[in-house]
T-cell receptor, first 113, second 109 residues
Framework: DAGVIQSPRHEVTEMGQEVTLRCKPI?????LFWYRQTMMRGLELLIY????????DSGMPEDRFSAKMPNASFSTLKIQPSEPRDSAVYFC???????????FGPGTRLTVL | SQQGEEDPQALSIQEGENATMNCSYK?????LQWYRQNSGRGLVHLIL?????REKHSGRLRVTLDTSKKSSSLLITASRAADTASYFC?????????FGQGTRLTINP
């Protein structure tokens, strides 16, 4: 298995632009997680899905952030409009089920100028 | 918050020595997990210990869990340069997995 796949690996954009991050979880995994990592705040859970259904989005910073999982093999995290404070590394992770070990993707390093 | 807090924040030791990192948390948990993150990479799962377990081994790793003290420790024996990384504990409670801030481990050759 290729593991969790994320794209793009790096994204540089200007304030106000829309950003879309993509994730393909490991086949057969039922849970998918989006995290954000910064030096100041560490690793934060933004949202997680179970069987393609959003279960907990309490970590989503504000309405500018949205996430979808249209099917079991694809998820997106969208920021619109982006702001410099959104600059961070965004990780997607998947697991067989909630409570099991999570497998992380390589992350997307987002820089908003 | 059930967030785990690692101690120390940074640790630097000589190759071959043992490294011990600690994690404390505040609320009851279902399990506690340890992850490693190399610079610029995603996190890699190391070991999971359930709340009814006290100790677990995996290769050179030994994890203990004391639910009465709400604490866990990760011991890496006979450290190698390749062990240089950040190590995170994560607690699984009723809602979700919550990560601590991590311990930055440096192994000096």
């Amino acid at each position: 298995d290729a593991g969790v796949i994320q794209s793009p690996r790096h994204e540089v954009t200007e304030m106000g632009q829309e950003v879309t991050l993509r994730c393909k979880p490991i086949s057969g995994h039922n849970s998918l997680f989006w995290y954000r990592q910064t030096m100041m705040r560490g690793l934060e859970l933004l949202i997680y899905f179970n069987n393609n259904v959003p279960i907990d989005d309490s970590g989503m910073p504000e309405d500018r952030f949205s996430a979808k999982m249209p099917n079991a093999s694809f998820s997106t995290l969208k920021i619109q409009p982006s702001e410099p404070r959104d600059s961070a590394v965004y990780f997607c992770a998947s697991s067989l089920s909630r409570g099991r070990e999570q497998f992380f993707g390589p992350g997307t390093r987002l820089t908003v100028l | 918050s059930q967030q785990g807090e690692e101690d120390p924040q940074a640790l630097s030791i000589q190759e071959g020595e043992n490294a011990t990192m600690n994690c404390s948390y505040k609320t009851s948990i279902n399990n506690l997990q340890w992850y490693r993150q190399n610079s610029g990479r995603g996190l890699v799962h190391l070991i999971l210990i359930r709340s009814n377990e006290r100790e677990k081994h995996s290769g050179r790793l030994r994890v203990t869990l004391d639910t009465s003290k709400k604490s866990s420790s990760l011991l890496i024996t006979a450290s190698r340069a390749a062990d240089t990384a950040s190590y995170f504990c994560a607690t699984e409670g009723a809602q979700k997995l919550v990560f601590g801030q991590g311990t930055r481990l440096t192994i000096n050759p």
